[in-house]
């Protein structure tokens, strides 16, 4: 029941650090 929670977790976790990033 988490998993998707915890995907779309992920990618906003990677979203931001790209964002950050660049």
Do not use: K, L, Q
């Not at 998707?4 to 660049?22: D, L």
């Amino acid at each position: 029941m988490h998993i998707w929670f915890f995907s779309f977790n992920i990618t906003c976790i990677t979203t931001t650090h790209y964002i950050i990033v660049e």
